[in-house]
């Protein structure tokens, strides 16, 4: 799975944060009954409500991860348009895109 440059270089000048911020992630998504592919989504549409682009990219590559298709994604980007705006769910639109992009074809 791809990790940019910046998250490696944290995980090791802060291995003992980032193992608490990891076992921090894992207890919330063992807390309820959501399962893996709709958490993705969830996430991916508040990484699309803090117009974080790294986010929304790490999300849509774990949604699919989870099993979500391309088409349930844009979904959710679709969803987002009332709630954020127009240019904030087309910048959403292009990262998903680039993602998608840099998935081997099938």
């Not at 608490?20 to 992630?25: C, E, F």
């Not at 348009?81 to 292009?94: E, K, Q, S, W």
Request: charged residues 20%; aromatic residues 8%.
């Amino acid at each position: 799975m791809y990790l940019p440059n910046i998250y490696q270089k944290f995980t090791e000048k802060y291995p003992d944060v980032f193992k608490d911020y990891k076992q921090l992630g894992i207890s919330c998504r063992d807390a309820g009954p959501l399962d893996a592919k709709t958490q993705d989504l969830v996430k991916l549409g508040i990484a699309m409500g803090c117009n974080s682009r790294g986010g929304v990219m790490s999300h849509t590559r774990k949604a699919l991860a989870a099993g979500a298709a391309p088409e349930e994604i844009f979904h959710a980007i679709l969803l987002s348009l009332t709630t954020i705006g127009f240019p904030n769910m087309m910048a959403a639109m292009t990262w998903v895109n680039e993602v998608l992009e840099e998935q081997p074809q099938k």
